[in-house]
């Protein structure tokens, strides 16, 4: 099981990322893209937001997805967001479960 992060390209209304858990993630960014996953990734693919895969945490479940989820974290959390992709937009797995507990909450 994974938790992601998916970064909304442009931000949807006052969405800009969405956080879930999975067991296969790349065959659930591909639900979410085609308008079949969530209903705010379908509802921001109406609209011709791109959902890029911003974040992995490969051990995470869905403690770890609701404990991000609770925090608001996805912004900080969000190396688009916070300008540390050095250009690749796809996937990011470089973060540690413990770095978690090392951003200001």
């Known amino acids: 099981m994974s938790v992601y992060l998916i970064h909304l390209e442009p931000a949807y ?3 800009r990322h ?3 858990y999975a067991d296969d993630v790349h065959s659930r960014l591909a639900l979410h893209r085609m308008g079949q996953g969530s209903r705010l990734c379908q509802v921001a693919v109406e609209a011709g937001c791109k959902l890029i895969l911003a974040r992995v945490w490969e051990d995470g479940d869905r403690s770890l997805e609701r404990r991000l989820k609770n925090r ?10 916070n300008h540390k992709h ?5 996937l990011f797995t470089d973060f540690d479960l413990d770095d978690i ?3 200001a909450f």
């Not at 608001?72 to 967001?81: D, E, S, T, V």
């Not at 050095?86 to 796809?90: R, S, V």
């Open 13 to 15: 209304k006052h969405a």
């Open 18 to 20: 969405y956080l879930g």
């Open 86 to 90: 050095d250009g690749q937009l796809d």
């Open 72 to 81: 608001k974290a996805a912004p900080r959390l969000c190396p688009i967001c």
């Open 101 to 103: 507990e090392e951003v």
